[in-house]
């Protein structure tokens, strides 16, 4: 258990609906990320959340966003779903100033577009 | 285009032999890589890393060499066990970048018993 906590595990919902992921980091972790995993891809990165405020910004579409609460807890939105949103979406955590070897992954929340 | 690629995507191996799975990049900016090992239902975990001020790195029965002229890494599992059976995914960064890891797609290896 690595202690980030991801939730639904698992998502289906049409075309055109709107959906919205949730990851509780590990405890004392400031920064979050999100990352996609397509079935033939590798993990993609998305966003990166320190303390609330947007870090840095990867392959992510127009159609989703996310946000960190003051809790640290983050949620990522999709919208105007489509087939291809259809993907394994991780979240990951570390403390500020961690080297790579200490992002620490979530379980995988997988959703499935139909 | 892809900057890491895994060109195997799976790679079956007798118990106690050696696993070597390999790892292209073509950004020459990239200056520390990593591996990670995914088991089914879990996420990936942290497996071993190297910077690019070395060519090798070792922990246990993993190595990880590291060809910067080659744009080119491997890891290395030996002796290999059945436990060791998960995709190992390849990861790169560049210096100073935060949340932008490149990780390739992947490759699932089997250890038979």
């Known amino acids: 258990d690595s202690g980030v906590t991801q939730t639904p595990k698992h998502l289906i919902t049409a075309t055109g609906q709107r959906v919205t992921l949730r990851c509780s980091p590990r405890?004392?972790?400031?920064?979050v990320y999100w990352y996609q995993q397509s079935l033939d891809q590798g993990l993609q990165f998305l966003i990166q959340?320190?303390?609330?405020?947007?870090?840095a910004k990867g392959n992510i579409l127009e159609r989703f966003s996310a946000q960190q609460f003051p809790d640290l807890h983050s949620e990522l939105n999709l919208s105007s779903l489509e087939l291809g949103d259809s993907a394994l979406y991780f979240c990951?955590?570390?403390?500020?100033?961690?080297?790579?070897?200490?992002?620490?992954f979530g379980e995988g929340s997988w959703l499935t577009v139909v | 285009d892809q900057q890491v690629k895994q060109n195997s995507p799976s790679l079956s191996v007798q118990e106690g032999r050696i696993s070597i799975l390999n790892c292209d990049y073509t950004?020459?900016?990239?200056?520390?890589f990593l591996w990670y090992k995914k088991y089914p239902a879990e996420g990936p975990t942290f497996l071993i890393s190297?910077?690019?001020?070395?060519d090798k790195n070792e922990d246990g029965r993993f190595t990880v060499f590291l060809n910067k002229s080659a744009k080119h890494l491997s890891l290395h599992i030996v002796p290999s066990q059945p436990g060791d059976s998960a995709v190992y995914f390849c990861?790169?960064?560049?210096?100073?970048?935060?949340?932008?890891?490149?990780f390739g797609k992947g490759t699932k290896l089997s250890v038979k018993p």
């Open positions: 990951a955590s570390s403390v500020e100033g961690a080297a790579w070897n200490t992002i620490y």
């Open positions: 405890s004392g972790d400031l920064s």
């Open positions: 959340y320190y303390n609330g405020e947007e870090r």
């Open positions: 950004n020459s900016m990239f200056d520390y």
């Open positions: 190297i910077s690019s001020i070395k």
């Open positions: 990861a790169a960064s560049e210096g100073g970048s935060q949340g932008n890891l490149i």
